[in-house]
T-cell receptor, first 115, second 114 residues
């Protein structure tokens, strides 16, 4: 079974600064997908960024980028130019490549943006 | 239409009640999911339907009964629930099949069992 670990229960960053959220995972599979989801308070879970394990290039979506280290089983999220709207719970998630498997989530990191 | 809708938004029920949660998507997705999320915890997978057939049941108690009447609709029937079943119930969908795909989440139904 796969496991996902987020070691930072809470992070705080000043508005306009850069913050990095950590995620490690454990799997015996060679092909899989990794995701970062954002869940604002009392609001919907939305996808921030995704990475396919067979792609060596790190994914980037505007101010969000990942550092994917497959050998180290590490998948960190960097948020540049933090904005107040980035405040949320961030979940790292794993999904096997084949079939309609569900997501395995980490425990989440609560991101606070200081104005 | 690129969203997953869930009804009701809130539900309060007694332990002897029978109620149902509804989830709908019109994106042509062929996989649909139910997750349970307790406060300050990550979502936990309950059920997966793939091409309208139940493909994963994560050892969920029988007081939760899923149903997939068609490819756009997913229900979760609730009966004789316990107070510890109070949680946010999230529905998600994905295109399905072997190709890479993300899961699109609905806003959830917040369930309180008295």
């Amino acid at each position: 079974a796969q496991t996902v670990t987020q070691s930072q229960p809470e992070m705080s960053v000043q508005e306009a600064e850069t913050v990095t959220l950590s995620c490690t995972y454990d799997t015996s599979e060679s092909d899989y997908y990794l995701f970062w989801y954002k869940q604002p308070p009392s609001r919907q879970m939305i996808l921030v960024i995704r990475q396919e394990a067979y792609k060596q290039q790190n994914a980037t979506e505007n101010r969000f980028s990942v550092n994917f280290q497959k050998a180290a089983k590490s998948f960190s999220l960097k948020i540049s130019d933090s904005q107040l709207g980035d405040a949320a719970m961030y979940f790292c998630a794993y999904r096997s490549r084949g079939g309609a498997d569900g997501l395995t989530f980490g425990k989440g990191t609560h991101l606070i943006i200081q104005p | 239409d690129t969203e997953v809708t869930q009804t009701p938004k809130h539900l309060v029920m007694g332990m002897t009640n029978k109620k149902s949660l509804k989830c709908e998507q019109h994106m042509g997705h062929r996989a649909m999911y139910w997750y349970k999320q307790k406060a300050k915890k990550p979502p936990e997978l309950m059920f997966v339907y793939s091409y309208e057939k139940l493909s994963i049941n994560e050892s969920v108690p029988s007081r939760f009964s899923p149903e997939c009447p068609n490819s756009s609709l997913l229900n979760l029937h609730l009966h004789a629930l316990q107070p510890e079943d109070s949680a946010l119930y999230l529905c998600a969908s994905s295109p399905g099949g072997q190709a890479y795909n993300e899961q699109f989440f609905g806003p959830g139904t917040r369930l309180t069992v008295l």
